[in-house]
């Protein structure tokens, strides 16, 4: 009898749940799961659309060669995309932090700082991101210089002698740091929340360990920040992705999509090895920043 | 250790640290101002200021041609009125849907409820682009079975928001299910005791209690589908003008402008003329902002979008 009962409540859990998961579950399955195993499949064929919907032939790996071996754009633009992504992420990540950390310490003006560094999340998109650069008269001055011209930064000549290429995403992330600046608005938000979720107690026990506010930091504050850190690169991950200026690949995978005549096949493999790549820097981003403390515990 | 002490220590040494954390937060505010700033004084400058080098910021001779010409060329009645309802309808679909799947996730115990969370999650890492060519495929196969168009209408945007698949909705899911998880759930049960059922309790407490995150949550799929152009553009393919859109094509738009009235000389296409129109484009996000920052701030901030 008892058994019963708890069967029927645990049924109707079940049920009310899935109503309420409904439109969610069917939406999932119709426009994410099964287009990311299209995507897979269509990578190795070739579409081509004529009146009648889609003529899909299978041609195997032909797509892959033809994205690595024969278009010449295509290799440039993902490693365009790697180096320009990863320091883009890794600085995102970390200035946003200190930025957030700041505006947790302040009371004075708290509020107008907060709607100012908000700002960013409000305004943001493709055309005035690509508008505001095109207006950006310093940026540009300084590109002008160029590399091998800015021999008054001692230690960037320094990096040059020792590797060109990593010297090149120095100065492409100094270049860009106040475009890169524009894209803290969520990540600001995100760690902020984080750091008003910490039990003040800790705080003030760590204090009364005579701990000082630097060790504090690094002992307390950061090891409890890090999984937000993972959710900072994804968001970060997701939101250049989706912009012309800061995408490379961008304009590839859009150009191919628009190429009806016989483009999606090449299209799909394009965006699915995108995609891998992204997945790819998330899986390292996790690695780094996976929570050890949580998972000891358990 | 000593000066360590006297720089940290003291309330001297605090209020040093204090003006050095609002000398840089300051600094820094002004890389997101200065934008802004300059798209002002450019949009009231004349022709003339904006090539004479010696006017850094204020104008002249002000005028306000500048915006009069970029609002013609951006069409802006037309734009902004679709764009207005285009994006709060989707914004509201995407509310309600991210509102039930959070509800469900916070209050019922259903099976495989940890493996439709992971897949929550996994839908906002998989990138847009991946998804967006079956998506095509699919409207124009849909179309051509049902007889009429798909693409180049709001139909297929609308329904991925119906079904919890707009822009960032994840996060939005997210930020119900926390909050909903700080509702005690006696509520419910008191409610559920006086005989109400899980439809009643979610619209008449749940969501009534969240009355500011909902308004957060509509807020920013307002604002993120606005600002959204990747999956508007290859679905809509400009049938229906939109303001961020319009402001994409704005030179070749302006070109056609000025070809077909009054092709002098003069008109050429400069960066005034250009920050108006950008500046044009954020005016009415910044006024919604001006409204709703101090609710739409805190609202974050209590509710929180990260799922831990």
Redesign the interface.
């Known amino acids: 009898m008892k058994t019963k009962k708890m069967m029927t409540f645990?049924q109707r859990?079940?049920?009310?749940?899935?109503?309420?998961?409904m439109?969610?579950?069917?939406?999932?399955l119709?426009?994410?799961?099964?287009?990311?195993l299209?995507?897979v499949y269509?990578s190795f064929t070739s579409?081509k659309?004529n009146v009648?919907?889609?003529n899909i032939k299978f041609i195997g790996l032909d797509n892959y060669i033809m994205a690595f071996f024969e278009n010449t754009e295509y290799v440039p633009a993902l490693i365009g995309f790697v180096t320009q992504i990863i320091p883009y992420a890794f600085v995102i990540v970390i200035i946003s932090f200190i930025?957030a950390y700041?505006?947790n310490?302040?009371k004075?003006?708290r509020?107008m700082?907060?709607?100012?560094?908000?700002?960013?999340?409000?305004?943001?998109?493709?055309?005035?991101m690509?508008?505001?650069i095109?207006?950006g008269v310093n940026q540009s001055r300084i590109e002008n210089v160029g590399i091998e011209g800015s021999t008054n930064l001692f230690i960037l000549q320094m990096v040059y002698n020792y590797s060109p290429d990593l010297a090149r995403i120095i100065f492409q992330v100094l270049t860009q740091l106040?475009t890169i600046?524009?894209f803290t608005g969520i990540p600001i938000?995100?760690f902020?929340?984080?750091l008003?979720?910490i039990n003040p107690s800790l705080l003030e026990a760590a204090k009364i360990d005579s701990a000082?506010?630097w060790q504090i930091l690094w002992k307390i504050i950061i090891p409890i920040i890090k999984?937000?850190a993972l959710?900072v690169v994804?968001f970060t991950?997701?939101q250049l992705?989706?912009y012309k200026s800061t995408n490379p690949?961008?304009e590839l995978?859009?150009g191919a999509?628009?190429n009806t005549a016989g483009g999606?096949g090449i299209?799909?493999t394009y965006?699915?090895v995108?995609?891998l790549l992204?997945?790819l820097i998330?899986g390292i981003a996790f690695l780094l920043f996976k929570d050890r403390v949580k998972g000891r515990r358990r | 250790m000593k000066l360590k002490k006297l720089l940290?220590g003291s309330s001297y040494g605090k209020l040093i640290l204090?003006l050095a954390?609002?000398f840089?937060?300051?600094c820094?505010?002004f890389?997101?101002?200065e934008?802004?700033f300059?798209m002002i004084s450019?949009t009231f400058m004349s022709n003339k200021d904006v090539i004479d080098p010696s006017i850094e910021w204020l104008p002249k001779n002000p005028s306000l041609s500048n915006i009069a010409v970029a609002g013609k060329v951006l069409d802006l009645k037309k734009t902004l009125f679709n764009s207005l309802w285009f994006s709060a309808l989707l914004a509201v679909a995407q509310t309600i849907?991210s509102a039930?799947?959070g509800?469900?996730?916070s209050?019922?115990?259903?099976?495989f409820?940890q493996f439709?969370f992971v897949?929550?999650l996994l839908?906002?890492?998989?990138?847009?682009?991946?998804?967006?060519?079956?998506?095509?495929?699919?409207f124009?196969?849909a179309q051509?079975i049902l007889g009429f168009n798909l693409i180049g209408t709001p139909i297929p945007q609308i329904?991925?928001a119906?079904?919890?698949?707009g822009v960032?909705s994840t996060i939005l899911?997210l930020i119900f299910f926390n909050f909903f998880n700080l509702i005690p759930y006696s509520l419910d049960e008191a409610a559920m005791i006086d005989g109400a059922s899980?439809r009643q309790v979610?619209f008449q407490i749940a969501m009534k209690i969240s009355a500011s995150t909902v308004l957060v949550v509509f807020l920013f799929s307002l604002?993120w589908n606005?600002?959204?152009?990747?999956i508007t553009?290859?679905l809509l393919r400009g049938s229906i003008e939109l303001l961020?859109?319009k402001?994409?094509v704005?030179d070749s738009s302006f070109q056609t402008y000025a070809n077909s009235g009054r092709g002098t000389a003069q008109f050429r296409l400069n960066?005034a003329y250009?920050?108006s129109?950008?500046l044009i484009?954020?005016t009415p996000?910044?006024i919604?902002?001006a409204f709703v920052?101090?609710r739409?701030?805190q609202g974050?901030?209590n509710t929180?979008?990260?799922g831990?």
């Open positions: 645990r859990q079940n049920r009310q749940g899935y109503k309420f998961m439109p969610w579950i069917i939406g999932f119709l426009f994410t799961a099964f287009p990311f299209a995507t269509l579409v659309q009648a919907g889609f930025l700041m505006l310490h302040i004075f003006m509020g700082l907060r709607t100012i560094y908000f700002l960013p999340v409000i305004i943001m998109s493709g055309p005035v690509q508008q505001m095109d207006a106040s600046l524009w938000i995100l902020i929340n984080g008003q979720k000082n506010s999984p937000i959710v994804v991950l997701a992705g989706t690949m961008y995978i859009t999509i628009e999606l299209a799909a965006a699915w995108y995609t992204v997945l998330i | 940290i204090k954390i609002y840089v937060l300051i820094i505010s890389v997101y101002l934008p802004i300059r450019m849907v039930m799947t509800f469900a996730l209050r019922f115990k259903f099976r409820k439709w897949m929550i839908a906002f890492i998989i990138p847009i682009p991946l998804l967006m060519i079956p998506r095509l495929m699919t124009i196969t051509g329904l991925m119906m079904f919890g698949q960032n899911i899980p979610f604002v606005w600002n959204e152009t990747y553009g290859s961020p859109a402001l994409d704005f960066e250009k920050m129109a950008t484009s954020i996000l910044l919604l902002y920052q101090k739409f701030i974050i901030e929180g979008i990260t831990e």
